[in-house]
């Protein structure tokens, strides 16, 4: 048997996502580097996103309850990665990206970004440190570009994955299988 050894406790689930989220903050388009996200109910369709209480957009969300989730294709990640590396409340990041907006008058949307999700803010629970906002999802927004038989193709999208602590990018490799699909074999197995 191999030896395991137990780590210590900052744990991350490898790898992560890499988003951009959109508020507006002072008036203007506000930008964030988001990676703490994922999908956390099926109907609605609701997101989950962990941010820190003393970021500005925390502050944006609060104040306007809608937000966007922009999904970051690899074309992106220099701009993503400033809008990680400085605050709204210093410097003016609404020049990063163009965006337009859908229903929501407070939620812009990145127009790079392969996939904007318009977001309404649903519930939000305070940590110690972040808040996890859960958002419901009010609209869905790519281009024809990005799908393939009406579904969103990720060899099209070109998403990127980080990975903590060692802050690195990563691009997304080759399909391995088929999801409910590929365990079928051992499932019957378990079943004797
Ligand atoms: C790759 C990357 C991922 C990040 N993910 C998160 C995250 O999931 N949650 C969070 O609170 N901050 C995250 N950050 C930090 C914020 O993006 C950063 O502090 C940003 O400047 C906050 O902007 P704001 O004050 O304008 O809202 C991340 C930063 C980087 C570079």
């Known amino acids: 048997m191999p030896e395991r050894k137990n780590i210590g406790d900052n744990a991350f689930i490898l790898p992560e996502p890499m988003t951009v989220v959109g508020t507006m903050y002072g008036g203007k388009p506000n930008f964030m580097a ?3 996200v994922t999908r956390c109910n099926y109907k609605p ?3 989950a996103i962990c941010i820190n209480k003393k970021h500005a957009t925390s502050e944006s969300i609060t104040a306007n309850q809608e937000f966007s989730i922009n999904l970051a294709s690899e074309s992106m990640l220099e701009k993503v990665d400033a809008a990680g590396l400085i605050s709204g409340r210093k410097l003016d990041k609404s020049s990063l990206f163009e965006v337009h907006f859908g229903e929501l008058k ?3 949307l990145v127009m790079e970004a ?5 977001m309404r803010l649903h519930d939000k629970l305070e940590l110690d440190t972040n808040t996890i906002f859960v958002g419901e999802v009010m609209g869905v927004w790519t ?3 990005y799908l393939t ?3 969103v193709d990720i060899e099209k999208v070109r998403p990127y994955t980080l990975t903590m602590p060692d802050n690195r990018y990563w691009a997304v490799g080759r399909q391995l299988g088929r999801a409910w699909h590929d ?3 051992v499932k019957n197995q378990l079943k004797g």
Do not use: I, R, T
């Not at 392969?114 to 318009?118: A, F, M, N, Q, Y």
């Open 34 to 36: 988001v990676a703490w």
């Open 45 to 47: 369709c609701l997101m």
């Open 106 to 108: 407070n939620a812009p």
């Open 114 to 118: 392969p996939l904007s999700l318009e």
């Open 143 to 145: 281009e024809d570009q």
């Open 149 to 151: 038989d009406e579904f």
């Open 183 to 185: 365990g079928k074999a």
